[in-house]
């Protein structure tokens, strides 16, 4: 139930899937062109074009605020629980709203800085660089004349969006209890996963670690810049960093100095990069769009915004690895394994058809540049196969596939003729040889015979606790599964079957041994009276088992 103080933020939000959610209605029910939402009613931007379902549902995220932004951006990721109409729609939502006047935006900065802001910059240009949902961002200068960027959260955010998690909380219950969708998937373990990536946004602490982590990991590589933090200024509302000066990757193809750029050589050091992040680190940029990397003048490519991360153990990296590995040697058997072993769960009789769509997905893509795939087609298929044969996807994973995908774009957008393939053959081959090297199996050998004597250790004293358990009833298991007790039916008639067999087949040679053997020894006159004695013996036996055969059976076709 919808708390009483929650009543207002609820109202508002019911209105605004109402009214989008009408003209989704139309659109499904084939009245788009009756309806014409696109010419302006309700509100609705005009244009010349019928808007789609899946556009309604995006306008109405895009109109409920911050919160409601960042659940489609992550719903985007999810090729398990949307289909990939409404996540590649999703996915284009854009995170920039009309920006606040900086007299609105002012007392934040000042109370972070705990002192008028014109004591700690030089100058500050109120003309904001970009506006978000959750901030904005000012040039300035500060009192050495170091060039900065200031980022600064907007007022009244956190109550907001404590509300509005307040709200879906009791929603994703509701759903839990009551609808066969929220009790097929772990809605409230991804409502967790949503409200954790959500507080790391909202922490600008968190982001500026980030950053200064990866210029940590990244400290030997002259090929990228990550800007500088200044800790005496940014707190958890307001990010002080270096202003990276360059060229945007998505002004390249309109600036001068884009012509004398070597666009295969940038393409390559882009995705080599995100691959890096991946392959090696297991801690990578989950924002990778081309907005966030300017070309410097010395080549470099400069990163900027670090607020979304993801984070992958050495075990589902190593399986990854496997995957892609796979994924660009045509190995698909290799590829449905590795998607099995990190988590990536389905129907177990889809695997055929999964592996046949994958073939196809394969042929399709092998060989081909990134102008003729066209950005993101590769990752967006993976998803409508994924999302078709209803495979459940892990958060990290899939945050993981929406990074592919943006890296990707970021690679056709640097250099349309860069082949995504060609360069990831030979980087992922030589990563798993060093993945098998001698020292890495030699290590790794050494830690499972440490964790085998560890268990070897304790297995008696653990086997003989759950053995007295079960004698005393503590244990129980039940089970549930029709295909089984089919197949244990069918296993158990077949041993009758052949129980049968083995009993003729025994009575046949006990016979004809005695028969020979009385013959022999000139005992032919008792040989009707061995034969009749042994055909009743046999008789009594195969009575009793065909007796506890049609019990077996009985008991089996019962509704008990």
Same mark, same amino acid.
């Given at each position: #139930? ?23 209605? *139309? ?41 409601? *932004? ?13 289909? %990939? ?17 900086? &007299? ?11 002192? %008028? ?12 660089? $970009? ?33 509005? #998690? ?105 995705? &080599? ?30 990163? #900027? ?32 394994? $590795? ?25 399709? +893509? ?71 090297? %001698? ?16 268990? $070897? ?12 358990? /079960? ?21 158990? $008639? ?33 040989? +009707?009276? *061995? ?9 009594? /036996? &195969? ?18």
């Amino acid at each position: #139930m919808i708390r009483p103080r929650n009543m207002k933020r609820f109202r508002e939000i019911t209105s605004i899937l109402v009214r989008h959610g009408f003209g989704w209605l *139309i659109v499904e029910m084939g009245l788009g062109r009756l309806v014409p939402f696109h010419w302006g009613l309700l509100g609705h931007p005009r244009r010349k074009q019928v808007y789609s379902a899946a556009e309604h549902l995006r306008m109405a995220f895009e109109e409920l605020g911050p919160t409601f *932004i960042k659940l489609a951006q992550i719903l985007s990721t999810r090729p398990d629980l949307i289909s %990939p109409t409404y996540a590649e729609e999703f996915a284009r939502l854009q995170d920039r709203v009309p920006p606040m006047p900086f &007299s609105a935006i002012q007392p934040v900065l000042e109370a972070e800085l705990q002192r %008028p802001y014109t004591e700690v910059f030089a100058e500050l240009d109120t003309r904001p660089l $970009a506006s978000a949902s959750i901030g904005q961002v000012y040039r300035a200068r500060l009192q050495d004349g170091q060039s900065v960027v200031v980022k600064i959260q907007k007022t009244g955010l956190r109550d907001i969006i404590q509300r509005d #998690m307040e709200i879906l909380k009791e929603v994703v219950q509701y759903m839990t209890i009551h609808t066969r969708f929220g009790q097929k998937y772990d809605l409230e373990g991804l409502l967790e996963e949503f409200r954790f990536t959500l507080e790391n946004e909202l922490d600008y602490i968190r982001e500026g670690q980030n950053a200064d982590r990866f210029r940590a990991l990244f400290k030997r590589d002259r090929r990228l810049h990550i800007p500088k933090i200044y800790w005496e200024w940014s707190t958890s509302r307001v990010l002080v960093m270096e202003e990276i000066q360059g060229i945007k990757v998505t002004e390249l193809d309109h600036h001068p100095e884009g012509q004398t750029i070597d666009r295969q050589k940038l393409a390559e050091v882009a995705v &080599s990069l995100t691959f890096k992040e991946i392959f090696e680190f297991g801690f990578y940029h989950a924002d990778p769009h081309p907005g966030n990397f300017v070309v410097m003048d010395d080549q470099r490519l400069g990163l #900027m915004d670090f607020g979304l991360v993801g984070y992958l153990e050495d075990q589902t990296r190593e399986h990854f690895l496997r995957f892609s590995y796979a994924m660009t040697t045509g190995d698909v058997e290799g590829m449905i394994d $590795a998607m099995w072993a990190m988590g990536i769960t389905g129907p177990f009789e889809t695997r055929p058809a999964l592996k046949r769509d994958l073939n196809h997905l394969l042929f399709r +893509v092998k060989d081909r540049s990134m102008q003729e795939l066209a950005a993101s087609d590769l990752i967006h298929d993976l998803m409508t196969i994924a999302y078709r044969h209803q495979l459940h996807f892990p958060p990290d994973l899939a945050l993981l596939f929406k990074v592919l995908a943006m890296s990707e774009g970021l690679g056709a957008m640097i250099d349309p003729q860069f082949k995504l393939f060609d360069f990831a053959r030979p980087y992922l081959r030589r990563l798993m040889r060093k993945l098998f090297s %001698p020292e890495r199996v030699t290590k790794k050998a050494l830690g499972d015979a440490m964790d085998l004597l560890i268990l $070897a250790h304790g297995l008696p004293r653990r086997v003989s606790y759950l053995l007295q358990r /079960v004698e005393n009833g503590d244990i129980q298991i039940h089970t549930n599964q029709p295909e089984m007790e089919q197949m244990a039916s069918q296993m158990i $008639a077949a041993m009758n079957r052949l129980t049968t067999s083995i009993l003729i087949t025994l009575i046949l040679i006990a016979l004809g041994i005695y028969i020979l053997a009385g013959h022999f020894m000139g005992f032919d006159n008792y040989l +009707v009276n *061995i034969l009749l004695g042994l055909f009743g013996f046999g008789g009594l /036996v &195969s009575l009793r088992i065909l007796w506890g055969i049609w019990r077996q059976r009985r008991s089996m076709s019962s509704p008990g």
